[in-house]
């Protein structure tokens, strides 16, 4: 059974920094496209960051050069470090398998704001 548990999320400040993480069971994570999404209130959910089986990343134009997606073998955990953080960034933040999708997670609560 696949379960993905994401935490990290709190209020920062514009500018701030955190760092997510996203526990997988039931998926071997380095074997796995994964990803981070987000959903802000009345929007649909996108697609931030990925990292392939072969440790190749993308990332969306709106995060790149802030966001790092990485992942930790040993753990089965993929992370997401934010950095210069907007208060667009201010939504809740999702990891999955790229395909086929696995049953969402509760995600983490990422909010900027002064």
């Known amino acids: 059974q696949v379960q993905l548990v994401e935490y990290g999320g709190d209020l920062v400040q514009p500018g701030g920094s955190l760092r997510l993480s996203c526990t997988a069971s039931g998926i071997i994570v380095r074997l796995s496209a994964m990803g981070w999404y987000r959903q802000a209130p009345g929007k649909q959910r996108e697609l931030v960051a990925s990292?392939?089986?072969?440790?190749?990343?993308n990332y969306a134009d709106s995060v790149k050069g802030r966001f790092t997606i990485s992942r930790s073998n040993t753990e089965n955990t993929v992370y997401l470090q934010m950095n210069s953080l907007k208060p667009e960034d201010t939504a809740v933040y999702y990891c999955?398998?790229?395909?086929?999708?696995?049953?969402w997670g509760q995600g983490t609560q990422v909010a900027v704001s002064s």
């Open positions: 999955n398998r790229l395909w086929p999708l696995a049953p």
């Open positions: 990292i392939s089986g072969t440790g190749s990343t």
